[in-house]
């Protein structure tokens, strides 16, 4: 069974840093490409950064370029999300999420960020 457990959000202030886990059990970790999400209050939700099952590639999206880092660490099934100059806009909450397509998407519980003075 698939299983996804998110940790180390929080309230940081403007200009703060944050660090996000996410710790993957039930596959094949190593296999699989790894993605973050994030939905805001009203908004869809969106893709924040992915990372292939090596870690040799990585995207983001523009909103997060230069301030966001995603990493993994396949001998202990954890992605990471080391987001840097958090801004308000970021307040979200943020899933981690795997799976070859839409239709076999599996999803953590989300953790809160909220960036605000």
């Known amino acids: 069974q698939v299983q996804l457990v998110e940790s180390g959000g929080g309230l940081v202030q403007p200009g703060g840093s944050l660090r996000l886990s996410c710790a993957a059990s039930g596959f094949s970790f190593s296999s699989y490409v790894m993605r973050w999400y994030r939905q805001a209050p009203g908004k869809e939700r969106e893709l924040v950064a992915s990372?292939?099952?090596?870690?040799?590639?990585?995207n983001y999206a523009d909103s997060v370029k230069g301030r966001f880092t995603i990493s993994r660490d396949n001998a202990r099934n954890t992605v990471y999300l080391q987001m840097n100059s958090l801004k308000p806009e970021d307040t979200a909450v943020y899933y981690c999420?795997?799976?070859?397509?839409?239709?076999?998407?599996?999803w953590g519980q989300g953790t809160q960020v909220t960036v605000s003075s």
């Open positions: 990372i292939t099952s090596g870690g040799g590639m990585t």
């Open positions: 999420n795997t799976g070859r397509n839409r239709a076999n998407f599996y």
